[in-house]
């Protein structure tokens, strides 16, 4: 279990299987005070395109604070 803040990728999910490892380099964000992720970051969702390139989306915490 990792501690707040920690980014996990999953190794393997199935119906009955679920393993995961915490990434040791987080690529999460911090906050920034004010805008999308005023309190900090919420949620990733990284997808490989090919050998060198990603693509993620990715959303904010910040309670209504724009």
Known sequence: MGVEGSVFEIDT??????????????????????GWNAMGMHHIDAHRLDDSRW???????NLGLF
């Open 55 to 61: 693509i993620a989306a990715v959303d904010g915490a």
């Open 13 to 34: 999910l199935d119906e009955s299987v679920c393993h995961d490892h915490e990434i040791e380099r987080s690529p999460m964000l911090g906050p920034a005070g004010k």
